[in-house]
């Protein structure tokens, strides 16, 4: 799984929530938004190739949208998944 891989936080208005994840959802490099119960509203998971990518999708796409009040991006150093963990660990 090589690229870039972020999660970005979302709050957002809250009469504004299901739109903005419709429209997340559209926003080419995202690749699943969850409604969360928490300190924020939704969760986008972004993979792109580059960090060059990951600005644009952020700063002019994300970021744009309207009801959106604040983000926070966490940047992935590495993506652990089931099957490579139990390749690591051997939990077969």
Do not use: C
């Amino acid at each position: 799984m090589s690229g870039v891989h972020a999660l970005v936080l979302i709050k957002a208005e809250t009469g504004l929530i299901n739109e903005l994840a419709e429209q997340l959802a559209d926003v080419p490099g995202i690749n699943e938004v969850f409604s969360v119960a928490g300190q924020y509203d939704l969760v986008a998971l972004v993979r792109v190739k580059e960090n060059e990518e990951l600005a644009e999708v952020i700063s002019k796409r994300v970021r744009k949208l309207n009801g959106i009040l604040a983000t926070e991006t966490l940047i992935a150093f590495r993506v652990y998944t089931k099957a490579q963990l139990s390749q690591v660990l051997d939990l077969d």
